[in-house]
């Protein structure tokens, strides 16, 4: 059963976070070119897929906890880099796309803030190193490191 | 966001529905190991959507967290479209 779950999480984390990940990165050049339809469509990939990404840490929780490493430090940085990249994408991100998508419909323009390149950036960087650290495991015996 | 928020609810109840009916019968670890991880993502789907949704009232924010059904709760407290 913990294939399945571990099946699930690495699924999730590919076709729902990676989407995620890509939208919101293009998200701002569109913007400042204007491109209704693109940035529409940039800021419901966005969301949606953010909605269905909340399967990857859940199913992951899962997967720690039958494998019995919930203690694990490199599980638990994972986690808080998992939450620090959820609270950037629904506190953040999202409401910055939401406003410049208003600002579009309603004015025909809308000025991008330039701190949103570089959230998504970090956005992106946060995942990086999660899965590096899903990889390498520090301090686990059951990692491809060490 | 609507129609997801529909099938989130939806899931939200029988996943929970199906752990409760595997807890006091069979216990069977399939049900529990996968029910379990599957109701959390519709537990915390049901919260997002609302919390997306351009103008939710306030009380469909706060019913959205009751555990089981949230979701239809939440459903019932939007304005309809």
């Known amino acids: ?146 | 966001m609507i129609v997801g928020l529909r099938v989130a609810a939806l899931v939200e109840a029988l996943t929970l529905i199906a752990l409760l009916v595997n807890l006091v019968t069979v216990h069977w670890r399939p049900v529990t190991a996968l029910g379990g991880p599957l109701h959390g993502t519709a537990y915390l789907a049901v919260i997002a959507v609302v919390l997306l949704l351009p103008g939710a009232p306030r009380a469909a924010k706060l019913l959205a967290l009751v555990p089981g059904i949230g979701g239809w709760l939440a459903l019932r407290a939007l304005p309809s479209p």
């Open chain 1, 1 to 146: 059963m913990t294939a399945v779950l571990l099946a699930v999480h690495v699924l999730g984390g590919i076709v729902f976070v990676g989407p995620v990940t890509v939208a919101a990165s293009l998200f701002p050049r569109y913007a400042r070119e204007g491109s209704v339809g693109v940035v529409d469509a940039l800021h419901r990939i966005s969301r949606v897929y953010a909605v269905l990404g909340l399967a990857v840490p859940v199913f992951g929780i899962a997967t720690g906890a039958q494998l019995g490493v919930l203690g694990d430090a490199w599980l638990i940085v994972s986690m808080a880099l998992t939450l620090v990249a959820a609270l950037l994408l629904g506190l953040v991100i999202l409401p910055a796309q939401a406003r410049v998508v208003t600002g579009l419909h309603e004015r025909g323009a809308a000025s991008v803030p330039p701190s949103l390149g570089m959230t998504t950036g970090v956005f992106a960087l946060i995942w990086a190193v999660v899965v590096v650290l899903m990889i390498v495991r520090p301090g686990s015996t059951t990692g491809v490191g060490a």
